[in-house]
């Protein structure tokens, strides 16, 4: 998931003022010298905190989603998403991603390393 910018995953660095709440339970399921793989879930509200993604990486979503992103430069919008979509991402990504939808949401990350 990248490095997050403080212990707490709730503010960037230097940055006061980009408050997160209830963090949503992270598992890493496996960490190497190719992939980092870490399982998700969302309540609903819960908040992956602040993070820059130091690597491409993909998402598998195992349930339905409705998720608001917040971005370092201000960016914000509402994805959606169905079970069994696979998504990639860029590297450099600095974000905060919210459960919108009115349940758990699970899923799986996989940054590429290599």
């Not at 949503?24 to 992939?35: F, G, I, P, S, T």
């Not at 609903?44 to 820059?52: Q, S």
């Not at 130091?54 to 994805?79: E, I, M, N, V």
Request: charged share 30%; with cysteine; net charge negative.
């Amino acid at each position: 998931m990248g490095e997050y910018y403080n212990e707490e995953r709730n503010s960037l660095a230097n940055v006061k003022d980009l408050p997160v709440g209830k963090l949503a339970n992270r598992v890493v399921l496996e960490d190497n010298d190719k992939v980092c793989v870490s399982y998700f879930e969302f309540a609903p509200g819960d908040n992956t905190g602040w993070h820059k993604h130091a690597f491409d990486y993909c998402t598998l979503y195992l349930t339905d989603a409705k998720l608001f992103h917040t971005r370092y430069d201000g960016t914000q919008f509402l994805s959606e998403h169905q079970a069994r979509e696979f998504k990639n991402h860029p590297v450099g990504t600095e974000h905060n991603v919210r459960n919108e939808s009115d349940h758990v949401i699970r899923l799986l990350e996989v940054e590429y390393k290599s």
